[in-house]
């Protein structure tokens, strides 16, 4: 099943063409209850620029079992910047999202 089912129907040409801000401004609407709000709108668009999200720097922790500290220590930051990486409140720079597959590329391959 596709993760985005809903949004399945903007497929075709003449649903996609019926685009209409939604309510206040905060979405784009299709009708029939197809809507994409505006988090999950922005959320995509820095997706697809390569910026990480939260979720994928709180992934990179835990997959490498790393606590605030040790992460901090790993990418040679601030517990505090971590913890605006993992929450959002500030974006997460192109360089420290490269440097923290870099470091997780060399910690597999010393691991291996």
Known sequence: ???FALLLPIRDPEVFAKAQVGWYGHSIDWGDDVELGADQL???CKAQAGEPSP???NDWMNRNGLSLTTAADALGMTRRMITHYRTGSKPIPRNIWLACIGWETIK???AA
């Open 1 to 3: 099943m596709t993760r």
């Open 42 to 44: 922005y959320s995509r």
């Open 55 to 57: 979720a994928e720097f």
């Open 108 to 110: 597999h391959r010393n």
